[in-house]
């Protein structure tokens, strides 16, 4: 692995891999985090501009044309606290890869009539995420579990805000945040000595002073149930807590609790809920782990006669951990160092685990995970359960009127 920082600040991570692609990630430090209850969803109204034309490439078509005729993906994400874009081609179009995507992050143009032509495409996306219950049910969830964080806020923004967000608002906020000083480049493929490609690509991007967000202190978890009603066909629920960043030694232990109750089919909460009682169709667990903050929950949807039941059964199972043996951790680590080996194989999620890792610290911390996971003993395993999942609860449910 190669890691440099240029003079303005970029932040470069290169990882050569005998594959024949390869994957420029570009990770932006700025997410529905940054961002304030009156203008929620800039961040990822910005995503979408800077797919809409360059002086150099005028328009959409031109750029998403340029990757796809050579067989290659263009694509992007808005998360709490990252906007990433990568592309993914052949390991011999690396050059146009790299020109392409230096200069959609550089050189955006916020053409008044494409961000009206945007601003309807990401009111749309907003509807849809506000219309699926298996994607809303995350909305309420956090908006419930957080108090103070931004994270209690939906990343694609809402109705009103979107609606009124200007043109000068949406060139602000790019330039407060899109700066090289603020973003990590992960390359990971069959390449070359490209040290010096990237540095010229960037070498007029000029860095600036950065703002950091100020720390909020979020209050300790407290037990909320909180339901609407829909007319829908069965019902949505999400039990959850409030835990750690990734930086802190819990959220590994976490992660094997989530192995243990929810890897698959095999895990302990799919197995007692769907194949042995047949309560749900849809059962997981999720475990969120960021820069600032963490949650984990359980989540699936049943006939609203079931919710009394299900919630019996979770909060049973967080129980008992209380017992868990060394074979279950064993199989439990298994699943994860697999899973671990298996995504890192990819070119495009290993470049995301880069940048995710660089933006936190260090790069390099990715090839610790599975040293940390096989450290994990059945004692930390019950200190974090008793300790993390107990009896206050934040429980959101999506109710079927009937």
Not at 97 to 103: E, K
Not at 285 to 293: D, T
Request: proline fraction near 3%; glycine fraction near 6%; charged fraction near 35%.
């Amino acid at each position: 692995m190669i890691r440099k920082t240029f003079k303005n600040g970029l932040k470069v991570i290169i990882e050569k891999k005998p594959v024949e692609t390869v994957t420029i990630h570009v990770s932006v430090n700025v997410g529905s985090n940054n961002e304030t209850p009156d203008n929620n969803g800039i961040s990822h109204f910005v995503e979408h501009m800077l797919f809409e034309g360059t002086k150099k490439r005028p328009d959409a078509r031109v750029i998403s044309n340029e990757i796809e005729s050579i067989g290659g993906e263009l694509n992007a994400y808005t998360s709490n606290e990252r906007t990433c874009f990568y592309v993914r081609v052949p390991k011999n179009h690396f050059n146009r890869g790299i020109d392409i995507i230096s200069d959609i992050i550089q050189n955006p143009i916020f053409d008044n009539r494409k961000i009206e032509k945007e601003r309807k495409i990401v009111l749309k996306e907003i509807k849809l995420h506000m219309d699926e219950p298996r994607f809303y049910q995350w909305i309420l969830f956090q908006s419930t579990l957080f108090e103070k964080l931004p994270a209690r806020m939906p990343v694609y923004g809402t109705v009103n805000n979107v609606k009124s967000i200007t043109k000068k608002e949406l060139l602000d906020y790019y330039d407060k945040y899109y700066l090289p000083n603020n973003m990590v480049i992960s390359i990971v493929g069959k390449v070359g000595n490209i040290v010096g490609i990237v540095e010229e690509k960037f070498k007029y991007f000029k860095k600036k002073k950065l703002i950091e967000n100020r720390l909020i202190k979020e209050p300790k978890q407290k037990k909320v149930i909180k339901r609407e009603k829909r007319k829908i066909f069965s019902s949505y629920l999400v039990l959850g807590y409030k835990t750690v960043p990734r930086t802190n030694r819990d959220s590994y232990v976490l992660d094997i609790i989530k192995a243990i109750l929810g890897r698959g089919q095999s895990g302990k909460i799919f197995d007692e809920i769907r194949n042995k009682k047949g309560l749900a169709y849809e059962v997981g667990v999720h475990h969120e782990v960021c820069s600032r903050y963490g949650f984990f929950a359980v989540y699936l949807n049943t006939d609203k006669r079931n919710i009394k039941e299900v919630v019996r059964i979770i909060t049973n199972e967080f129980k008992k951990l209380e017992n868990i043996t060394d074979k279950e951790i064993k199989e439990a680590k298994g699943f994860l160092i697999g899973q671990h080996i298996l995504k890192n194989e990819d070119t495009k999620e290993r470049a995301d685990e880069l940048g995710f890792w660089e933006g936190i610290k260090d790069a390099r911390l990715s090839d610790e995970y599975i040293r940390k996971i096989k450290e994990i003993k059945v004692n930390d395993i019950k200190r974090i359960a008793k300790k993390y999942l107990t009896e206050k609860y934040v429980l959101t449910i999506i109710e079927q009127e009937k």
